[in-house]
């Protein structure tokens, strides 16, 4: 009877497949980048001073050894307004033809915050609308990639989440690809720089980051108008490469300026400053440049991970139209794991124990089944 019972239950786990739980994953260990940029508010080489700014929290990095030179809070999570953007960028141009042409709706027109002009019934280009989030910051212009992307507004949310785990931003929650103040929405001014490093890397990130001017088109074709952008370094800072600037209510202005020097690639990231925050930014980076081999690091820029698959990140089409979310692996207790088999063992897998027991019965002979009764 235990033979019976045990293959049966062995023929049921064989046909089910194993369980679809997995281990959790664990966190970094220690604080990302170093244990120096936790230590203390401020983060510098010993005997090194570095100009006074106003910010909550700032990072100075070079992105091409991923060498931090210099720290303020640098893992503060803080809110990160329009700088966000930056990742909303990374995770758009790989996954939209820049070619492609959209109409302006009134979801687009309607949108809270910042907007470059998106206006319902008009014709934009990809192309055009990475330069409206860019250089105009462009509320509008977000909504408009995100909605012309598998699963809207939603999938890029859970794909920019997906992002910042990969790149190291163990700090960074995307509730709202705009940057707009949306509960649990946060960053630090160390996630930023990650941010900026990955994105840089591309040309056509770079490239946007980097233009000053373009044009969009006025309500009823007629001509267009001078957007600019709003970074003023790129005006005022000789080797400047952008990045993005951000204000709100609550996040106050942030940044990321980037500039390249005598070989160099800084990076300088700002967080919840009252005024002045470019000149902040000028102010840090001249005097990185000018004491760059005086300098030793106090940290690291984490290295990214590798890449989730596609298939997970871009979900389905159905026939309809719509988009399915990805499939997920659920992380079980042991006794959710114990239901979970339950439910996937065949209702035949069951029945198969009486089954076996009866025919086993049925085949001995006469003459042992009389000696019971």
Known sequence: MRV??????????????PLAATAAGQGPQGPAGGDLLTSKPTVVAEGAT??????????????????????????????????????????????????????????????EGSKVGVYPGLKYSVDLLFEGMFLG???????????????????????????????????TTVTDPTGLDADGQYSSAYDLALIARAGLARPDFAKYAATKYTAFPNAGNKGTYQVANQNKLLFN????????TGYTTLARNTFIGAARRGGHTLVVTLMNAPHGISADATNLLNWTFANYDKLTPVGTLAKPAAPSSPKVATGRRTEAGTTQPPRSRAVLNPGQAVQSLALRIPTWAYAAPPVLLLGLFLRRPRSLRRRRH
Request: with cysteine; aromatic share 2%; charged share 20%.
């Open 4 to 17: 019976l019972l045990t293959a049966a239950a062995t023929t049921a786990l064989v046909v089910s497949g």
């Open 50 to 111: 570095p100009p006074a700014v106003q910010a909550s929290a700032y990072v100075v990095a070079d992105i091409g050894t991923g060498e931090v030179l210099a720290a303020k809070a640098p893992h503060a999570k803080l809110r990160p307004a329009s700088t966000l953007k930056a990742l909303t960028a990374l995770v758009l141009l790989p996954r939209l033809k820049k070619t492609d042409v959209l109409v302006g709706t009134d979801a687009d027109a309607g949108i």
């Open 137 to 171: 910051s462009g509320n509008d212009a977000v909504h408009a990639l995100c909605v012309h992307d598998h699963g809207g507004v939603k999938g890029t949310i859970q794909r920019m989440n997906q992002k910042a785990k990969e790149l190291g931003a163990h700090d």
């Open 237 to 244: 800072y000789d080797g400047a490469l952008g990045v993005k």
